[in-house]
């Protein structure tokens, strides 16, 4: 199979407390792709009211995931520190969500 990546914005981000490690619930827009629930732990670098509103890049394309309460549908990228810390992959200018990387 091969990896689809597109450009989707945070629309809503909180804790998600039944999570085994620290993370936030989220759900991104791909605008004609729709939109889709994930899990992210982020928590270390990002505040969850802080990233609402940012584009990132995600894999859309890989089968749902059930993680405990939610299905993730799609997999926010970044890269992973030294300390486990993630730095969320983000486009250098806005462009319209559902834009596929190349």
Known sequence: MKVEMRVGTIISAEEFK???NPAY?????????????????ITKLYNA????????IAVVNFPP???????SECLILG????????????PERK??????IG
């Open 49 to 56: 009211k802080d990233i609402i509103g940012k584009q990132v």
């Open 95 to 100: 462009v319209e969500n559902g834009t596929k």
């Open 18 to 20: 039944e999570a085994r």
């Open 79 to 90: 890269g992973v520190g030294k300390n486990k810390e993630v730095t969320l992959i983000q």
């Open 65 to 71: 995931k059930q993680i405990t309460n939610i299905m």
């Open 25 to 41: 619930k989220i759900v991104l827009d791909f605008e004609e792709f729709g939109q889709r629930k994930t899990s992210a732990q």
